[in-house]
């Protein structure tokens, strides 16, 4: 698992907010250097997975055959929380039986509509925090899928 981002300031450290949110949960983010995403890491990913739709949009724009690897992270997790992904052939080995099987379904799996904001744009901790909480809910989820974690 690796992090890219389509916009902000390569080279920096992750938004003091972010580290306080990680560090009450006894995980340190401090080594944590942004970059932007680009064509060689596109090419190189198995799964891509953006925060909200113009992130997926911008992948494709560098990189239009990653279509049918390229998510928003919220249409993912809701398609396994609600059962959506239950009927797919994932026989395949792990991770990538479930990415397979994703891809060949995705246009046939519900529209889910909604993204993660932005928490950046946020200047109450609570509401930033929030925002984290709910990434972090369906990051899990992510990780059940691909055989990662539990939720």
């Known amino acids: 698992v690796t992090s890219a981002g389509t916009a902000g300031l390569t080279g920096h450290g992750m938004d003091s907010r972010s580290l306080d949110w990680l560090a009450a949960r006894d995980i340190d983010g401090s080594g944590f250097v942004a970059r932007r995403v680009n064509r060689r890491l596109l090419g190189t990913a198995d799964l891509v997975v953006g925060l909200e739709q113009e992130h997926v949009d911008a992948c ?37 039986g479930v990415l397979s099987a994703l891809a060949e379904a995705r246009h046939q799996l519900p529209p889910v509509s909604g993204d993660h904001p932005d928490p950046v744009g946020y200047t109450s901790v609570a509401d930033y925090g929030q925002v984290l909480d709910g990434i972090a809910a369906d990051i899990r989820t992510l990780a059940h899928l691909l055989g990662g974690a539990s939720r």
């Open 60 to 96: 494709l724009r560098i990189r239009p055959v990653g279509l049918n690897r390229t998510f928003r992270l919220h249409q993912v997790a809701a398609w396994s929380r609600t059962g959506a992904l239950d009927a797919l052939n994932t026989s395949a080995a792990g991770t990538s």
